[in-house]
């Protein structure tokens, strides 16, 4: 299984909502990641989890809170979000942290914030 | 920090016809350059890397080549058919670092 797994595919929300994205992989990778694209933009790095520790936190607002529970699943905890965060979501995946360690991306969460 | 510049934005090239996309780099400490591929509707998926102890690495119809001295390296594609149509990112590094700087992307079109 070489499948990065992010529900759900699309995310609709108000500025006041609390939501959630989920990312899961089996892979038996331990190092796990949370881009950010917008519209034809490459992606940006939000964070990285090493062995389940948060490892680079690129400096993104406190309305963005990762968690990594397991050494297989990565959540994104999203609060009080403004219009500005709409854009694609990315998880991805490697077998240990550094490049030079293919990481495998997921397909994505479309999220509009209204 | 890292800067990596992709050219062209933009590139329609004839089913058949060879596509070449380059970029160019600002840290001489990179020594990682891997390739993205992003499909409508997908993630990004690496097609092909290279690493500075190498000059040029082939896969089937894909090439890099890099140029160390010149901070640049391409992307060459040949035959291309329809299904190479996509995004393509560069991205540069150095294995000291868990940070890929990518470059700004390249829509490619196959014209049948």
């Known amino acids: 299984d070489t499948e990065v797994t992010q529900t759900p595919k699309h995310l609709v929300m108000g500025m006041t909502n609390k939501k959630s994205l989920k990312c899961e992989q089996h892979?038996?990778?331990?190092?796990m990641y949370w881009y950010k694209q917008k519209a034809k933009k490459p992606p940006e790095l939000m964070f990285v989890?090493?062995?389940?520790?948060?490892?680079i936190n690129e400096s993104v607002p406190s309305r963005f809170s990762p968690e990594c529970p397991n050494s297989s699943l990565l959540n994104l905890h999203l609060h009080a979000l403004q219009p500005e965060d709409s854009a694609l979501y990315l998880c991805?995946?490697?077998?240990?942290?550094?490049?030079?360690?293919?990481?495998?991306f997921g397909p994505g969460t479309r999220l509009t914030v209204l | 920090g890292e800067n990596v510049e992709q050219h062209p934005s933009t590139l329609s090239v004839q089913e058949g016809d060879s596509a070449v996309i380059k970029c160019t780099y600002s840290?001489?400490?990179?020594?990682?350059f891997p390739w993205y591929k992003q499909e409508l509707g997908k993630g990004p998926q690496l097609i092909i890397d290279?690493?500075?102890?190498?000059g040029e690495k082939k896969d089937q119809r894909i090439a890099v080549t890099l140029n160390k001295t010149a901070k640049h390296f391409s992307l060459h594609i040949t035959e291309t058919q329809p299904e190479d149509s996509a995004v393509y990112f560069c991205?540069?590094?150095?294995?000291?670092?868990?940070?890929?700087?990518f470059g700004t992307g390249t829509r490619l079109t196959i014209i049948p």
């Open positions: 892979m038996g990778h331990r190092a």
């Open positions: 840290d001489s400490a990179s020594n990682y």
């Open positions: 991205a540069a590094s150095d294995f000291g670092n868990e940070k890929l700087t």
């Open positions: 290279i690493r500075s102890n190498v």
């Open positions: 989890y090493s062995y389940e520790k948060l490892s």
């Open positions: 991805a995946s490697s077998r240990t942290s550094g490049v030079g360690n293919e990481q495998f």
